[in-house]
């Protein structure tokens, strides 16, 4: 089992960036496919972006391609996700989740029920 904390989260403006970070404790960080979701009030909970136990598969939302960047430390048994020219639809609760299926791959990545582990969330707001 894996325990998850996000931090990072916050209020900014529009064109801002913010990193937030998953720390995880328990079982071998990089046993673990990790993933961030988040959901907006009233919204069901989307994937965001998703990354293998070795970095090397990686998966986008579109609405988050090309300004978030998804990474991992295994060392730090830590996942991030750099967000930059954050928008206002960004506002939301961030989520971390893990995997089992470590080399997890395709539209399970995507689902909240490819996910094992979630952590308890964090806060981004964006004003326009």
């Known amino acids: 089992q894996v325990q998850l904390v996000e931090s990072g989260g916050g209020l900014l403006q529009a064109g801002g960036s913010l990193r937030l970070s998953c720390a995880a404790s328990?079982?071998?960080?990089?046993?673990?496919?990790m993933g961030w979701f988040r959901q907006a009030p009233g919204k069901e909970r989307e994937f965001v972006a998703h990354?293998?136990?070795?970095?090397?598969?990686?998966y986008y939302a579109n609405s988050v391609k090309g300004r978030f960047t998804i990474s991992r430390d295994n060392a730090k048994s830590t996942v991030y996700l750099q967000m930059n020219s954050l928008k206002p639809e960004d506002t939301a609760v961030y989520y971390c989740?893990?995997?089992?299926?470590?080399?997890?791959?395709?539209?399970?990545?995507?689902?909240?029920?490819?996910?094992?582990?979630w952590g308890q969330g964090t806060q981004v707001t964006v004003s326009s």
């Open positions: 989740a893990a995997s089992r299926t470590r080399d997890q791959t395709g539209v399970a990545a995507t689902m909240t029920l490819g996910y094992d582990y």
């Open positions: 328990g079982r071998t960080f990089s046993s673990y496919a």
């Open positions: 990354i293998n136990w070795s970095g090397l598969i990686i």
